[in-house]
């Protein structure tokens, strides 16, 4: 299995908006509504954002969303803030019991 | 407040056996509900699933480790373990472990801080 694509980085003002996306194939992303995103912070364990496509857990801030349309799921950070600048994972189901992870994107605050 | 601990040496030589060990506290991983895994992150790179264990023992492993890994349960002493043989340079990596809902979705929402295992001689 192969790793999701991601755009190594994106960018954004305070405020604005930014928009990740996360590629697989119909064995993948496109066969499950089972992707995950995880938050980065340098040196620290990564954090779960958003499961299942589109359900935040308890305690993320409603400005993260998820969406997926066909073999690409995409998160969104709305309203930008400086304490969102990390790197994002996507995560799949891969089918047999296996996931598969993306390649990471580094988020930027302008 | 469920915490996690890995433990292990942090520095294993070319060809021999990566061990590592999950402390679990605040919660059991006798737990039907739950599943506990391992994913690494080599040094400026992303993420990797090794592999997951449920409480009954049964075990699921990444396919490109799969003849090289083990994943075991002590529920006496509430951790899980891993295994890693013949090691290259390669496997040089912070190693984390975490906890999942489900076999069949990436929901790990609880992490341990990780620990660095440096292959080499």
């Known amino acids: 299995q192969s790793a999701l694509t991601q755009p190594p980085s994106a960018s954004g003002s305070p405020g604005q908006s930014v928009t990740i996306s996360c590629t697989g194939t119909s064995s993948d992303v496109g066969g499950y509504n089972y992707v995950s995103w995880y938050q980065q912070h340098p040196g620290k364990a990564p954090k779960l954002m958003i499961y299942?496509?589109?359900k935040r857990p308890s305690g993320v801030p409603d400005r993260f969303s998820g969406s997926k349309s066909g073999n690409t799921a995409s998160l969104t950070v709305s309203g930008l803030q400086a304490e969102d600048e990390a790197d994002y994972y996507c995560s799949s189901y891969a089918g047999s019991n296996n996931f598969v992870f993306g390649t990471g994107t580094k988020v930027t605050v302008l | 407040q469920l915490q996690l601990q890995e433990s292990g040496p942090g520095l294993v030589k070319p060809s021999e056996t990566l061990s590592l060990t999950c402390t679990v506290s605040g919660g059991s991983i006798s737990s039907s509900s739950y599943y506990w895994a391992w994913i690494r992150q080599p040094p400026g790179k992303g993420l990797e699933w090794i592999g997951s264990?449920?409480?009954?023992?049964?075990?699921y492993y990444n396919p490109s480790l799969n003849s090289r890994v083990t994943i075991s349960l002590d529920t006496s002493r509430n951790q899980f373990s891993l295994k890693l043989s013949s090691v290259p340079a390669a496997d040089t990596a912070v190693y984390y472990c975490a906890r999942a809902s489900s076999s069949s979705r990436p929901n790990f929402d609880y992490w341990g801080q990780g620990t660095l295992v440096t292959v080499s001689s």
């Open positions: 264990i449920y409480y009954s023992g049964s075990t």
């Open positions: 299942e496509v589109s």
